[in-house]
């Protein structure tokens, strides 16, 4: 029997051993999971992490307090001594004093949990697990992704996108790693950008729209109601003819981008008006990914064989469905993924339509998705993880 106010965890009977498995998930001991976690009557506990010290030191201290409580004292004197002056010695800006107490307390703190935290690392697993083996391949360029290469160096490489006036690495890293996977990614990214600007757009044209509905239930107003001056019947008319004046210059604008963005490999309608022409022309000059388009037709878009990491994939994947072997494939980018599952897709419509397809290097086979083949992504919920 529970008595009442007593906890549950305490009346259960104790248990020899007490495992946790990403123990930097207790983070402090305020939380509710590390309060339950301390109400376990036990006098063995184990913490598991991969959490570099380093990295975490609040959180190692809840850790720490949890398998060996006050080893590392009360937690503002572990801050004062540990946290405090590590922290200031990490700065890029720390002055050599700092680097030093920084060292020190480093040295003292892993002293300090020598008795208490084992650092393990790759080693002690690899007497039990079957040799790996590691091939680095390297992979020519085709001819689009060498001249598509070769213009960005030229003209884009550098330069600020979208503004930017500095931070040139990554952005040009990310381009030229968008170009030797495959030029379908560029595609991927100039849609993706041209949703979030799109989107923009809605949310200003609903806050002009929020505006303009004010000026309108003024001018109702003005009409329903008998002005009592001359002066207060100019003013509404000067509100509302200002408003038919930025609603006119709205629409124009929505619609020289509509004739901008059309879609690719067709030509857009000759524009009429000059004031017209000049919104096209900083419409498409909005828009800085789509430099590419110039250089590779729709064909070529939608080509395997201009990327020929695409090609040795595919013929991996062959070679594994001959024998039954089963292969796993790691990307860093999420285009990366839709590409592949894209290529797949159209392997699979040719292959039920019973045609081999040149642009798709001649592979044939089925591949259904939740099949034949399963995507692992930050959006997979935590139910399909564990299937």
């Not at 609040?58 to 002056?85: A, D, H, I, S, T």
């Not at 000067?238 to 004046?245: G, L």
């Not at 089925?366 to 399963?374: A, K, L, M, Q, R």
Request: net charge negative; hydrophobic share 30%.
């Amino acid at each position: 029997m529970k008595c009442s106010g007593t906890s549950p965890l305490k009346t259960q009977r104790s248990p020899d051993l007490v495992v946790c498995d990403e123990g930097h998930l207790l983070k402090n001991e305020k939380t509710s999971l590390s309060q339950a976690m301390n109400r376990v009557l036990t006098r063995r506990r184990i913490v598991l992490t991969g959490t570099p010290l380093q990295n975490n030191l609040k959180e190692y201290y809840c850790m720490v307090q949890f398998v060996k409580p006050n080893l590392l004292g009360k937690y503002n004197e572990y801050l004062n001594r540990f946290v405090n002056p590590i922290t200031n010695g990490q700065y890029t800006d720390s002055t050599e004093h700092d680097i030093r107490v920084m060292k020190r307390r480093s040295h003292v703190l892993h002293k300090m949990l020598d008795g208490a935290v084992q650092r393990r690392d790759y080693g002690v697993l690899a007497p039990f697990l079957p040799p790996k083996h590691e091939y680095v391949l390297f992979i020519t360029l085709t001819e689009v992704q060498i001249k598509l290469y070769q213009f960005y160096l030229e003209n884009y490489s550098r330069r600020p996108l979208a503004g930017k006036s500095s931070g040139f690495l990554f952005p040009d890293f990310q381009s030229l790693q968008r170009i030797w996977t495959h030029p379908l990614v560029l595609k991927y990214n100039s849609d993706r950008y041209e949703i979030m600007q799109q989107k923009k757009r809605d949310k200003e044209e609903e806050d002009y729209d929020s505006e303009g509905s004010l000026v309108n239930f003024i001018d109702d107003n003005s009409t329903t109601e008998e002005s009592t001056t001359e002066e207060s019947s100019d003013d509404m008319s000067d509100i509302s003819d200002d408003s038919r004046k930025k609603s006119k210059k709205k629409k124009s604008k929505k619609k020289g981008k509509d004739k901008a963005y059309t879609p690719r490999g067709t030509r857009a309608n000759p524009v009429e008006h000059e004031e017209i022409d000049q919104e096209v022309v900083e419409v498409k000059n909005d828009n800085p990914t789509e430099w590419w388009m110039p250089l590779v037709t729709e064909q070529e878009i939608d080509d395997m064989r201009n990327s020929h990491k695409l090609i040795l994939l595919f013929d991996i994947l062959r070679q594994c469905d001959a024998i039954g072997d089963k292969l796993l494939v790691f990307s860093q980018s999420l285009y990366s993924l839709d590409l592949i599952e894209h290529f797949l897709g159209k392997v699979d419509d040719a292959t039920q339509e019973g045609r081999v397809d040149e642009k798709l290097g001649g592979h044939i086979g089925t591949w259904s998705p939740g099949v034949d083949y399963f995507r692992l992504d930050g959006s997979t919920s935590c139910e399909n993880r564990s299937i």
